[in-house]
């Protein structure tokens, strides 16, 4: 009974507490499948995006993945609604010198809590703060970089850390239906059928070619039957490592037991590369001239053997140079005339060769044109006048050592001020080949592997004559003990040899004689 009896502080955990602080059955909440994409990523590759855009509602692509999807489909890939590609904004993010993104304004840097607009006039990407302290707060709606007028309305929110509900990845629409643009190339294996066979244990095996044998002929089984052929190795393609198979095969199921060890073979590229240690020579006669050009074909491989390849395969004759900025560059190098095209010499482009002694430094760089990291194809262009902005952007691969009057006989070319192709036709009619220092490297390449294989035939033509000498039995003379004896070898008698003299060359032993001491009288 005391003065406490009414409290509600209880010695004893109650009901209610019990439930909803220390256990219990509680109630059901849906967990909802959220799956965060960053802001700095592609929302349908789901990489980081190269080239960004964004649509009215602030929903960011990557260029390059956008248009492809846009051309097969036409929907918003987040969405799914209808999108044309003229909608599109190109957006321009700011990068710090530690290669962040960060408001041009504010610079304060951008991460997945930040709350990030863009100006849809300009494209300009702010932070938030700076655009409501200096525009929406003054009602002074001018770009805050280019000074450009724009409206409340032209200001896309493309993160707000308070709704997230674009950034989920799980509520795509080409991530629920699983939708994908396939690349050409990839469409083309996938018609292979054993595309799908990422690796094929011994028993997988062992039952495809049963069926092969019940269903013998059927080209479509057969394929699956082709198992990846090793690549032969040499002195000069064997790496300092193995395939790795012994060890893979040891604790893998899907994988043919291994026992061996065998070297990796090195790309045929890596090893031919090597032997280049010469510049290439070309001459590229156009209608205003010639140029002469040295390519950097010891330092940058790829792109010089892509170069002189076209050349000699004739690829750009009769092309015309496109693109001409006066005090800028002159680019060329598509057969299409219109910037989109070209192919480089494999089919497919290639990596970029960035060198820190070969830069856009002074007047007739020859450098490769690109659309973005990686995607060097057959277009190059010439320089004016030096460009080290371009550096690690661009490959730098030759230099013009001849026929400068030609280059500023192209420059002085009038060219339109928005497309920026020469008014006039600047055209290449042919190039001609002079110095190719892949086919010394070839030659050279194939005279030590012949030397190579010469030495090994040699090799094993002594390891067989040994082997055959080893061989040989003994010849036999008779049967029984003693058949390995020659009887015609002449022996000499026995009683010969006790009665006479002995011929080496040895002294008689002298007979030792009676000696006494006397009488010491000589004394």
Not at 108 to 131: D, L, M, P, Q, W
Not at 170 to 187: M, Q
Not at 373 to 384: C, G, L, M, R, V
Not at 403 to 408: I, P, Y
Request: aromatic share 10%; net charge positive.
């Amino acid at each position: 009974m005391g003065k406490r009896q009414h409290q509600k502080d209880k010695m004893y955990i109650t009901c209610a507490e019990y439930t909803h602080f220390y256990g219990g059955k509680r109630p059901d909440i849906p967990q909802s499948n959220f799956r965060r994409l960053p802001f700095d990523h592609c929302s349908l590759c789901l990489q980081p995006f190269e080239y960004p855009v964004c649509t009215e509602e602030g929903v960011v692509f990557d260029l390059l993945s956008i248009v492809p999807w846009i051309k097969k489909y036409g929907t918003n890939p987040a969405t799914g609604e209808k999108l044309e590609a003229k909608s599109l904004i190109k957006l321009n993010f700011v990068k710090n010198s530690d290669g962040k993104y960060h408001c041009p304004v504010l610079y304060n840097v951008f991460t997945n809590n930040s709350h990030i607009v863009t100006n849809k006039v300009t494209g300009n990407v702010f932070s938030y703060e700076a655009v409501e302290e200096l525009n929406i707060k003054t009602k002074s709606f001018k770009d805050l970089l280019t000074d450009e007028p724009f409206t409340r309305k032209d200001i896309i929110t493309l993160q707000d850390p308070t709704n997230l509900d674009k950034f989920n990845v799980s509520n795509f629409f080409h991530v629920k239906n699983n939708l994908k643009v396939l690349d050409p190339d990839e469409e083309k294996a996938k018609q292979d059928p054993a595309y799908h066979l990422n690796s094929t244990n011994l028993e997988t095996r062992e039952t495809l070619a049963e069926l092969y044998k019940d269903y013998k002929g059927d080209p479509l089984l057969a394929s699956t039957m082709k198992e990846p052929e090793a690549k032969k190795t040499d002195k000069l393609n064997a790496a300092h490592y193995s395939t790795g198979r012994v060890s893979a095969s040891f604790t893998s199921t899907a994988m043919t037991p291994a026992t061996t060890h065998e070297a990796d073979a090195i790309a045929d590229d890596t090893v031919r590369y090597q032997y280049v240690k010469k510049k290439g020579y070309v001459r590229i006669h156009t209608n205003k001239g010639d140029l002469n050009v040295e390519l950097h074909c010891d330092k940058v491989p790829k792109a010089g053997e892509n170069f002189i390849r076209l050349c000699k395969k004739g690829y750009y004759d009769g092309t015309v140079f496109h693109r001409s900025i006066r005090n800028f560059m002159i680019q060329g190098g598509d057969p299409t005339g219109t910037g989109t095209g070209g192919e480089s010499f494999w089919g497919k482009p290639f990596k970029d060769e960035f060198r820190p002694n070969l830069s856009h430094t002074g007047r007739g760089v020859l450098s490769m044109a690109n659309s973005g990291p990686n995607t060097n194809k057959s277009q190059f262009f010439i320089t004016f006048r030096s460009c080290t902005y371009l550096d690690r952007k661009h490959s730098v691969f030759g230099r013009i050592v001849g026929g400068f009057e030609a280059l500023t006989a192209m420059e002085n070319v009038e060219s339109d001020p928005k497309t920026d192709k020469p008014k006039s036709e600047i055209k290449i009619i042919s190039t001609a080949v002079f110095v190719d220092p892949y086919e010394e490297a070839d030659a050279q390449i194939a005279a030590e592997r012949e030397k190579e294989l010469q030495k090994q035939e040699e090799e094993k033509q002594q390891t067989n004559v040994a082997l055959k000498k080893e061989d040989e039995a003994p010849k036999t003379f008779k049967a029984g003990v003693g058949k390995y004896i020659n009887p015609a070898t002449k022996k000499r008698p026995a009683a010969e040899d006790e009665s006479k003299p002995s011929t080496s060359g040895a002294t008689a032993k002298k007979s030792k004689g009676k000696s006494t001491y006397g009488d010491f009288s000589s004394w």
